[in-house]
């Protein structure tokens, strides 16, 4: 079962386009993996300079087969 996308802290910058999905968070109409986080995003590093979904490994594609 995933958290939903308010419990998660789920936020997405203007001109976001909806183009991935979460195992982890539930996002009506999908992420953002550009201009989307939440606060489950984890750095890998201390230098990293930006958080969006496509840098976190619970993302994929949309379309692709469920986890």
């Known amino acids: 079962m995933r958290i939903n ?3 998660a802290g789920y936020m ?3 001109g976001a386009r909806k183009d991935g ?3 982890k968070v539930e996002v009506k109409g999908g992420v953002s993996q550009e201009r989307g986080c939440c606060n489950f995003f984890e750095p890998d ?4 300079r930006a958080f969006r979904c496509g840098l976190c490994e619970y993302v994929r594609e949309r379309g692709q087969r469920q986890f």
């Open 21 to 23: 999905d979460c195992r």
């Open 45 to 48: 590093s201390r230098k990293v």
């Open 5 to 7: 996308a308010e419990d």
């Open 12 to 14: 997405e910058l203007e």
